[in-house]
Nanobody
């Protein structure tokens, strides 16, 4: 059974930093792209960042230059380092695992078949 468990969310002031973690189990972590999505109250879920099987990162324009995605295959964990946080970064952050192996990660949720439970990030102004 595949499980994704996020952690690291919290309340931070604008300009601050947080690091999210997503621990994966139940599948060959290293061959699947992983992604982070977020959903703010009253808004649709949106793509934030993704990392391919070899470590290449992809970012939404809104977080480019502020967020950094990485993965540790030995720990089956993907990280999202979030710097210079803004109130508009507030939301529930979800990690997701690509249903296929060795594929370029996409920005739509349909590409991902397993999701974590989410972790709340709140950025105060």
């Amino acid at each position: 059974q595949v499980q994704l468990v996020e952690s690291g969310g919290g309340l931070v002031q604008a300009g601050g930093s947080l690091r999210l973690s997503c621990a994966a189990s139940g599948r060959s972590f290293s061959v699947h792209a992983m992604a982070w999505f977020r959903q703010a109250p009253g808004k649709e879920r949106e793509f934030v960042s993704a990392i391919n099987w070899s470590g290449g990162g992809y970012y939404a324009d809104s977080v480019k230059g502020r967020f950094l995605i990485s993965r540790d295959s030995a720990k089956s964990t993907v990280y999202l380092q979030m710097n210079s946080l803004k109130p508009e970064d507030t939301g529930v952050y979800y990690c997701a695992s690509d249903r296929d192996q060795y594929r370029r990660p996409g920005t739509t949720g349909s590409q991902y078949d397993y999701w974590g439970q989410g972790t709340q990030v709140t950025v105060s102004s």
